[in-house]
């Protein structure tokens, strides 16, 4: 089970730091990620982190202004975003996998799902 948390409205420089934490079976979990969506459009993948280990990777459009880290004591993974821009509205999505056993972009390859937070950069 995963629960997400953090969102919020936001103007033009803030931060957010969006927290996910784990409960149940989560020895089992490979990696997890964050995806977002917004109406009408499909889910984006934005970053992954291995459960165990240092690999991680993030979408194109959110490189140097978004990270992902996890913190494996309180089973929680961090999305840390800076500099949100209007187009990063959404609500945000918290993914684990314990199928793929490797670092994956594609929300096919999840196979729990948090319920959303939502994000919104004022204009």
């Known amino acids: 089970q995963l629960q997400a948390s953090g969102g919020g409205l936001v103007q033009a420089g803030d931060s957010l730091r969006l927290s996910c934490v784990a409960s149940?079976?989560?020895?089992?979990?490979?990696?997890m990620g964050w995806f977002r969506q917004v109406p009408g459009k499909e889910r984006e993948f934005v970053a992954a982190?291995?459960?165990?280990?240092?690999?991680?990777t993030l979408a194109d459009y959110v490189k140097g202004r978004f990270t992902i880290s996890r913190d494996n004591a309180e089973n929680t993974v961090y999305l840390q975003m800076n500099d949100l821009k209007p187009e990063d509205t959404a609500v945000y999505y918290c993914?684990?996998?314990?199928?793929?056993?490797?670092?994956?972009?594609?929300?096919?390859?999840?196979?729990?799902w948090g319920q959303g937070t939502q994000v919104h950069r004022l204009q």
């Open positions: 993914a684990a996998t314990d199928r793929t056993a490797y670092l994956t972009t594609f929300s096919r390859n999840y196979n729990s």
């Open positions: 149940g079976r989560t020895y089992s979990i490979y990696s």
């Open positions: 982190i291995t459960w165990r280990g240092s690999s991680t």
